[in-house]
């Protein structure tokens, strides 16, 4: 009885953890670009973006603004995924999971704004203050915490958290002509908590559960150099955004000793960034953009942590670096006073995650486990693909006699995951044939943004 009773309130136990959350993977920028222009121009920016956009593309951008803006949009999106020409719900019900945890539409607002602050003197017009917010709807944070053999997306789904940035941009070329410097930091919640199962004086099970929602500060540099009037360069490094889920779980008052369980994951991760990128103007209407990001995906240690000192170790994602060319194009039409855009861009996302497989299954020490003189194996459905990001977008804008500009922007990215056949099937049943992963990411979005002059 005892043993029956204990396994229901470890089960009540993960049932509360898993109602803290539903699907998503890591930040919303590193996966379709923040704002409505950079994400049109194949999510580049890196040397050109000049308004609260720069916050993410590159903090030091914000020192060209000259007046004060805020932008209120909104971002939507569909995931069609396949995996065995099925959608991905369909799949995980053969894993017992509702079909509501597979990737599908996705909503999120986005607020920025960029001021230059008001010093006078040899300080004038030198620092910019910016900051973006990108708010999915009806959540601070969600995940899914699944065993390493069923199929997940830690690359692709990552939409599903709060994220804030916060910089500052420095204007030196009154010192060193052409120079930008910016500072910034990215802002993610990180989930803590303890959940205590007891007997109470009734001999009925109680559960207590505590948690808090806190922020995790990632730094950002970046520095924009022009190198004449028609070239600028620019480079930004971004740190890791590693956003945790910690809950502890104590069964205590009972005749047997029960350990503590940790549910642990990584659910939204970004790994460290360096970017650069080199933008021309061959005239006043056109801009052309080239962009390379390189990204230290070897450092990812997966989703899932070990729920007991006991326990064995998940296996390795053994990720690896990858590096993404982009380019973008804009092209302005229209007098100054009313005018507008056409953009269109292209960017190409290698997959760090090697084939889904059977990995090394290790024990608690990280050691691979052997029975029998053989090594032994666990299933690892970590799905991704390569990306090919295609973008377009418009905008318009209109400075009335009041002082105010007025600015529409809109994009679409259709992002293609390519075809890939994995090393493992998706379910473990004798003869299956290996996995087969494609599908589409549409995603969309616009801003109206109002600057003071």
Do not use: K
């Amino acid at each position: 009885m005892w043993c029956d009773r204990t396994g229901r309130a470890l089960g009540l136990a993960a049932a509360c953890v898993l109602a803290l959350a539903a699907p998503a993977h890591a930040t919303p920028p590193d996966v379709f670009g923040f704002g409505p222009r950079t994400s049109a121009m194949g999510m580049t920016g890196t040397a050109y973006a000049r308004d609260y956009e720069a916050v993410w593309a590159n903090p030091a951008g914000l020192a060209q603004a000259r007046v004060t803006g805020l932008s209120l949009g909104y971002v939507g999106g569909q995931y069609r995924l396949r995996l065995d020409g099925q959608d991905p719900a369909a799949a995980y019900r053969a894993y017992g999971i509702p079909d509501d945890v597979a990737p599908g539409a996705f909503h999120a607002a986005t607020i920025g704004f960029h001021l230059p602050l008001p010093f006078g003197g040899a300080l004038e017009d030198v620092f910019v203050l910016g900051a973006g917010f990108y708010t999915p709807r009806s959540t601070v944070l969600q995940t899914d915490v699944f065993f390493a053999e069923v199929p997940q997306f830690p690359v692709v789904n990552r939409v599903g958290a709060v994220h804030v940035h916060l910089a500052l941009g420095i204007d030196l070329g009154r010192w060193v002509p052409g120079l930008r410097l910016g500072f910034g930091a990215s802002a993610l919640a990180r989930l803590s908590g303890t959940l205590d199962v007891f007997l109470d004086e009734a001999d009925q099970f109680v559960s207590l559960t505590e948690t808090q929602v806190l922020s995790v500060f990632n730094p950002t540099v970046g520095a924009q150099l022009d190198l004449g009037e028609d070239w600028t360069l620019g480079v930004v490094f971004r740190d890791r955004v590693a956003a945790n889920i910690d809950i502890d779980i104590e069964v205590t008052n009972l005749p047997v000793e029960i350990p503590r369980i940790t549910v642990a994951a990584l659910p939204q991760y970004d790994p460290h960034t360096l970017a650069a990128e080199l933008a021309y103007r061959p005239t006043r209407c056109l801009l052309l953009a080239a962009h390379l990001s390189y990204r230290f995906w070897s450092d990812y240690p997966g989703v899932l942590s070990r729920a007991t000192d006991f326990s064995n170790q998940p296996p390795r994602p053994e990720f690896s670096d990858t590096i993404s060319p982009r380019v973008g194009v804009e092209w302005s039409l229209g007098a100054p006073r009313f005018g507008g855009a056409l953009r269109a861009g292209y960017a190409y996302e290698p997959t760090p995650a090697p084939p889904a497989r059977s990995a090394p299954a290790l024990d608690a020490e990280g050691n691979v486990r052997i029975d029998e003189g053989s090594a032994l194996t666990t299933p690892l459905r970590y799905v991704d693909a390569d990306r090919h990001v295609l973008s377009g977008g418009g905008g318009l804008h209109w400075a009335t006699e009041l002082g105010l500009d007025v600015r529409v922007d809109a994009f679409v990215q259709a992002q293609r995951w390519a075809a890939r056949r994995h090393a493992i099937a998706l379910l473990d049943a004798p003869d299956a044939p290996n996995l087969r992963s494609d599908g589409w990411i549409l995603v969309g979005g616009l801003a109206l943004t109002v600057e003071y002059r």
